[in-house]
């Protein structure tokens, strides 16, 4: 899993029919210390995240593991929002 912040939406009024009532957001992956570490990552939401969010994302074959995502041509999943970080920087 990566952490990553919701940074926007994407609307897609003509889709694969598998993704019909799914949310596809735009996430930021970042470190603890919130350092983008890979902009513009490509999610579909599990979990109902929004803009400004902190998320955990899951990528590859992990995240058509989801119960929303199970057999969807998806690689990148979001599954958990983040209420608290908490990290000791080195």
């Known amino acids: 899993m990566q952490l990553a ?4 939406t994407i609307t897609a009024t003509v889709k694969d029919s598998q993704f019909t009532g799914s949310a596809f957001l735009i996430c930021d992956i970042i470190d603890a ?3 983008i570490l890979e902009p513009t990552c490509i999610a579909v939401d599990t979990v109902g995240a929004g803009v ?3 998320v955990l994302i899951t990528r590859g074959s992990a995240s058509r593991i989801a119960s929303k995502t199970t057999g969807m041509p998806v690689d990148a999943a979001i599954v958990a929002v983040v ?3 908490t990290h000791k920087p080195k």
């Open 5 to 8: 912040r919701v940074s926007g």
């Open 83 to 85: 209420d608290e970080v």
């Open 52 to 54: 400004g969010d902190l």
């Open 33 to 35: 210390e919130e350092t």
